[in-house]
């Protein structure tokens, strides 16, 4: 325990901990969804922060020992499809792993700790766009009446048609590493009803108690 509370106290006053084996590497990176809809294609997209640490081998007990962690700070993608209809890309199934597994390829993906260190200190500088393969799609859903967050529903990304009516499909859904900004308050903009949503969760016999605050909970996430 002295040695962590001294490796700790030095590591403090430095930019970095690298000296000590702590790593920690932060990214921008914007997800863009694009949807061809009766009225021709409809796009939407959100920035959000990424961080990931990594911590030394003597650090942590157990399990933990050696372990690393991550954050994620923004909202979802909010596609306006018309008609007072949208399309929400969550956060959920979406974080730096989609990143990592989209512009790192198989045979480079990290097995070893300093494996680790090289790959997320490639993808901090790292700068572009891919589309993501289908395995790596975030969750997606849909609100029958927009006003009311009890009427969410997931969306099949392969049968959009199924959600929104005929001649709506999944156009590409574009992972991209970028110095734009934080995305803030679309979300908002379009779901008045976000920042009080857990009054939904105290209404007495509604399904929405018990079952979709989940997904509601990826529309937006914080550090």
């Not at 650090?59 to 209809?85: I, P």
Request: charged share 20%.
């Amino acid at each position: 325990m002295l040695r962590v509370l001294v490796a700790l106290a030095l590591c403090l006053p430095l930019s970095g901990c690298d000296l000590f084996g702590f790593h920690d590497w932060e990214w921008h990176q914007k997800l863009t969804v694009s949807v061809m809809t009766p009225e021709g294609l409809k796009t939407g997209s959100a920035v959000v922060s990424v961080n990931v640490y990594d911590t030394p081998n003597w650090w942590g007990l157990g399990d933990f020992r050696g372990a690393g962690a991550s954050s994620l700070s923004g909202e979802a993608v909010t596609v306006d499809l018309g008609n007072g209809r949208y399309l929400f890309a969550l956060l959920r199934n979406y974080g730096h792993e989609t990143a990592r597994e989209t512009f790192i390829s198989k045979e480079e993906q990290p097995q070893t700790k300093a494996e680790v260190i090289a790959v997320y200190g490639r993808l901090e500088k790292m700068r572009g766009s891919r589309e993501l393969a289908r395995e790596y799609y975030p969750s997606l859903v849909t609100f029958d009446d927009i006003n009311d967050p009890t009427t969410l529903r997931r969306v099949d990304p392969g049968e959009l048609s199924a959600s929104f009516g005929p001649d709506y499909r999944l156009n590409a859904i574009t992972l991209s590493i970028t110095d734009e900004p934080v995305t803030k308050g679309v979300l908002k903009g379009v779901l008045g009803w976000i920042n009080s949503f857990s009054h939904y969760r105290t209404i007495s016999s509604n399904p929405f108690t018990s079952t979709l605050p989940g997904d509601i909970g990826y529309l937006r996430r914080t550090r």
